[in-house]
């Protein structure tokens, strides 16, 4: 059981990640990532709605007429991004982020992590796995968009969280705040991945 | 229990959906006035920092209460006007009234139709009018808030804003301080077209009205010009009349004369 659970934290952070792996998740991570602060924000935000609708509806599991099971997952899902909406929007300091990453918290209902996890984990597995599946899948998506953000903060704005890392001398990058960028940073990060991992190498 | 019968599925449904909506409609309840109170503080921020009150970075950093004891010891009186001009509302000067964003959709479209609007003025200690102005951009709105200087044509300060424009090209509108200082001292000019020119190479013809647009935000930068135009359009009529207090008419005719 044990080893099971280990399994259910670290394949979604490593061999499954979501979106080196099973390419779940791009469009966001091409658009959240100009800036550390809003890439932070919203991996933490999946990660958080990932979770919490794998853990309900993983307890409902039972109950749900399979005929809608999916729309019985998309309220689900779509009560937690809204809830996680309205607490960044009422917070002081985390109304100017709310508002940096504007429809794409909103768009997380799409994020294909968050329905393919409560198919393919919650609704076979015991609510408190599922919840630890959701969180480790949204923390996998999370690392990913940290990584791209990074390279795109320093090299496009010569900042890392708004501090000033580059000299003052250096021009920011303007490809790099584009999102092809980070389609590019992106695959970059898949190819090492691949290049680490012998499992993952098709030939 | 048969979890697939007709009626098991549509009052499984209904009351799941019926949860929800108590859910958030608690939430939505309980998180409303602090909400509002950012979205407030916002504009607050974005309207004195376009009047000059303090520098951008201060009021950012200034928590929600520090803005509304700041703009509650700087305004002097806010107001509404018609398209004549005319006053035809006050805002009275207390934290609690001013127009948020959302106010302005309406008014921007009402301006364009000719029909009734209630367009804020805000006016600072000094005699600094704030107005806002407000257009569409390349993805969603644009919209920012223009400071006159006691004269009421020349402009004291800029602050703009977007929804969703392109992160290092039509975002620059805010987050780049050399675009909106770019304003101050510049003048709108009223009574001839066009009001105020944001175009490319527009500052080379050396016009007091005419800032360049954003190398490769093109359509943020055609928004925001429209935006300026109109509502400088709409409230041409009270700000060349320089209304109420006498002084201020007769700064208005020595800035004319010189």
Redesign the interface.
């Known amino acids: 059981m044990d080893k099971k659970l280990k399994e259910t934290i670290l394949n979604p952070i490593l061999k499954g990640n979501p979106i080196t792996v099973l390419v779940l998740g791009i469009c966001s991570a091409l658009a959240v990532t100009?800036q550390l602060k809003g890439a932070l924000v919203m991996a933490l935000s999946v990660t958080l709605v990932t979770g919490l609708s794998s853990f309900v509806c993983s307890l409902l599991r039972?109950?749900?007429?399979?005929?809608?099971r999916i729309?019985?997952q998309l309220?689900?899902v779509?009560?937690m991004v809204?809830?996680v909406d309205?607490?960044l929007?009422?917070?002081?300091a985390t109304?100017?982020i709310d508002?940096q990453l504007?429809?794409y918290i909103g768009l997380i209902i799409t994020n294909c992590i968050v329905m393919g996890r409560i198919e393919a984990f919650a609704l076979g597995n015991k609510p408190i796995p599922s919840l630890l599946d959701g969180l480790a899948n949204g923390v996998g998506y999370g690392l990913i968009l940290i990584i791209v953000a990074f390279f795109r903060e320093l090299l496009?704005s010569g900042t890392l969280f708004g501090i000033q890392i580059l000299p003052a001398g250096y021009i920011?990058n303007?490809l790099v705040?584009?999102p092809p960028f980070a389609l590019i940073l992106l695959g970059c990060i898949i190819w090492v991945h691949r290049a680490l991992d012998k499992d993952l190498q098709e030939d | 229990m048969n979890t697939n019968s007709n009626v098991y599925t549509v009052v499984y449904t209904t009351v799941i959906v019926v949860i929800a909506a108590a859910v958030l409609a608690f939430v939505a309840g309980k998180l409303g006035p602090s909400q509002d109170a950012n979205a407030k503080a916002e504009t607050l921020r974005q309207m004195m920092s376009a009047a000059g009150i303090k520098p951008t970075e201060e009021l950012y950093s200034t928590k929600n209460a520090g803005i509304l004891q700041l703009y509650a010891d700087n305004i002097e009186e806010a107001y509404t006007i018609g398209l004549d001009g005319t006053r035809n509302g006050e805002l009275s000067a207390t934290k609690d009234n001013i127009q948020l964003v959302d106010k302005l959709k309406p008014q921007n479209k009402a301006i364009k139709a000719g029909g009734d609007v209630t367009l804020p003025v805000y006016v600072f200690k000094g005699g600094i009018s704030v107005i806002p102005v407000y257009g569409a951009g390349l993805w969603g709105p644009v919209w920012g808030y223009i400071a006159f200087q006691p004269d009421r044509r020349t402009i004291a300060g800029a602050y703009f804003d977007h929804e969703s424009e392109t992160p290092g090209l039509g975002a620059k509108i805010k987050d780049e301080a050399w675009f909106r200082e770019k304003f101050s001292g510049k003048t709108v000019a009223f009574g001839s077209a066009p009001l105020f020119n944001l175009a490319k190479n527009a500052e080379a013809a050396g016009a007091t009205n005419a800032v360049d647009a954003i190398t490769g935000a093109t359509m943020t930068s055609k928004g925001l010009n429209e935006a300026l135009n109109v509502w400088f359009k709409a409230y041409e009529s009270h700000l060349v009349s320089a209304v109420a207090p006498a002084e201020e008419e007769q700064t208005t005719n020595a800035e004319e004369e010189e």
Do not use: D, F
């Open positions: 100009v039972n109950t749900i007429p399979t005929r809608v729309i019985v309220v689900v779509a009560m809204i809830l309205q607490i929007k009422s917070g002081e109304y100017a508002k504007s429809v496009g920011p303007n705040i584009l």
